[in-house]
Every structure is written in structure tokens, then in C-alpha cells.
């Protein structure tokens, strides 16, 4: 099936490190979502945005929905231990009547430097 | 508020079973979404249900079924299984309709197929 172009694939981070990862579609979204799943649970909803340009933040997390509506960013600041995880784009599309299915990138894995 | 919850969490069948895994939607949501999670392919789609009713299906093979009931709970089903059905399965609800469509997730089912 389809899926967005995420990257980077992983990253190794160490504490107060900023944190940069994108999402790319050749397709148009209406909402844009990123989710962090720990090991052994189900994504969590991070941010949600609905307009092109929209820049949202929640605490140190910091994501926007670009213009284009082919892409969007998710900056995380100060970064501490337990923001280890994968962080999953997701795009939506409504059309007729659905709500539109979610399209996944493959992830960012973020780990700690050893 | 509850969150979505998924039973049973793990599960352990072999080839040529059938399963059924249940979904709670958080209360008050009407739509609920079915996602498969495995290392090789992500997170696809698999079904939406909105008020009993299938309202978008994505790209699996007839062996992977679901319905809703008229409490939004939902079930999915899968027959004749194959190796390749090990995965994740997630479902996640939204409000639906003026109620929005951001998706939440639970926590998944973990089906092993030996």
C-alpha cells in the first residue's frame, strides 16, 4: 500500500538535543498526525493538524503542516530520556463518505547515544 | 475518559485457525478503524466502520473481515490463517461526523501465527 516518505529512519539523541524529523507525499492531505509508539503499545497521538501552513505546538513538540499539504515537520526541543520511542507520520484524506483511512511513514526510531 | 481498548492483548493460533479480535471505542465515538502493524510493511489499513456500516476497505485479501455493532464496538476477523498474519493489529476510534476524525489508538493485539 502506500506510504509517506519519512526520515530519518533513526536517530540517536542525547539529552537537551534538538530533534528533527520530516514526512514527504507525492499525494495531497487534508490532516496531517504524528504518533509515538513505545514497544509493545499502540500509537499515541502526539499533534493533529488541519490547515496548510499550520504550525501547532504541544510542549516541547512543535509540528507543521505544510504548505504544499505534500509534507510536514516535527521538531522536538530539549530532548529528554523518555522522548526514546518511534514517531510515526501519518497523512488522511476524507473523501465521499469516509474519514479517510490514515497513510503511515515507516517511522523515525529515536534512541539514546551510547 | 476511557481509552480504546483491544482484547485479548496476545494471542497464539496456527495456520488454517480463525480469529476474532475485539475493539472499545472510547466512549461516545462512532467510527472505528482497523490498522495491521508488521516490521516488513508498517502500519496498513485495514477497514473503517462508522453506525454498522463499512464505510472503507483497503488492499487485504477476503479472509480479513469485520462488522460493527450498534454499541461502536467492533470486531475483526481473520480465517484460514497464514504465517504472514503474525502482526499487530490496532484499531483506533474518532468521533466521526461533526465530531471530528483524529484516530486514537489502543493498545493492540499481538497475534503470533505458528
Known amino acids: 500500500g502506500q506510504q509517506l516518505n519519512q526520515s530519518p529512519q533513526s536517530m540517536f539523541i542525547q539529552e537537551g538535543e534538538d530533534v528533527s524529523m520530516n514526512c514527504t507525499s507525492s499525494?495531497?492531505?487534508?490532516?496531517w498526525l504524528w504518533y509515538k509508539q513505545d514497544p509493545g503499545e499502540g500509537p499515541v497521538l502526539l499533534i493533529a493538524l488541519y490547515k496548510a501552513g499550520e504550525l501547532t505546538s504541544n510542549g516541547r513538540l512543535t509540528a507543521q503542516f505544510g504548505i504544499t499539504r505534500k509534507d510536514s515537520f516535527l521538531n522536538i526541543s530539549a530532548s529528554i530520556p523518555s522522548d526514546v520511542g518511534i514517531y510515526f507520520c501519518a497523512g488522511q484524506r476524507r473523501y465521499g463518505g469516509s474519514q479517510g483511512n490514515l497513510i503511515f511513514g515507516k517511522g523515525t526510531k529515536l534512541s539514546v547515544k551510547p | 475518559k476511557a481509552g480504546v481498548t483491544q482484547t485479548p492483548r496476545y494471542l497464539i493460533k496456527t495456520r488454517g485457525q480463525q480469529v476474532t479480535l475485539s475493539c472499545s471505542p472510547i466512549s461516545g465515538h462512532r467510527s472505528v478503524s482497523w490498522y495491521q502493524q508488521t516490521p516488513g510493511q508498517g502500519l496498513q489499513f485495514l477497514f473503517e466502520?462508522?453506525?454498522?456500516?463499512?464505510?472503507n476497505k483497503g488492499n487485504f485479501p477476503g479472509r480479513f473481515s469485520g462488522r460493527q455493532f450498534s454499541n461502536s464496538r467492533s470486531e475483526m476477523n481473520v480465517s484460514t490463517l497464514e504465517l504472514g498474519d503474525s502482526a499487530l493489529y490496532l484499531c483506533?476510534?474518532?468521533?466521526?461526523?461533526?465530531?471530528?476524525?483524529?484516530?486514537?489508538f489502543g493498545p493492540g493485539t499481538r497475534l503470533t501465527v505458528l
Open positions: 499525494s495531497i492531505f487534508n490532516t
Open positions: 483506533a476510534s474518532s468521533p466521526g461526523l461533526a465530531g471530528g476524525d483524529t484516530q486514537y
Open positions: 466502520y462508522f453506525s454498522e456500516t463499512q464505510r
